[in-house]
């Protein structure tokens, strides 16, 4: 999917960098970069499973659905 279908982001800011997103994530496409949750687009199919495990909850979805909506 493209980068502007997706219905999740993450914040700019704080974000702890723990990885429980990339461990949730069924198809690898979370990962920690200098502390800051990445979404890789290509591999991300937008099932939330990040969204609900961000002891955070830095990562967010544009329905509000598994995270609050911004």
Known sequence: MAE???Q????????IGCGMCARVCP???MSVV???AVIDY???????MCA???????IHDTLGI?????
Do not use: N, Y
């Open 66 to 70: 598994f995270a609050a909506a911004e």
């Open 42 to 48: 290509e591999r991300c199919i937008s099932c939330g």
């Open 27 to 29: 198809c690898g496409a």
């Open 8 to 15: 999740i982001w993450v914040a700019e800011t704080g974000c």
């Open 34 to 36: 200098d502390k800051q």
């Open 52 to 58: 609900t495990k961000c002891p955070k909850h830095v």
């Open 4 to 6: 502007t279908a997706h």
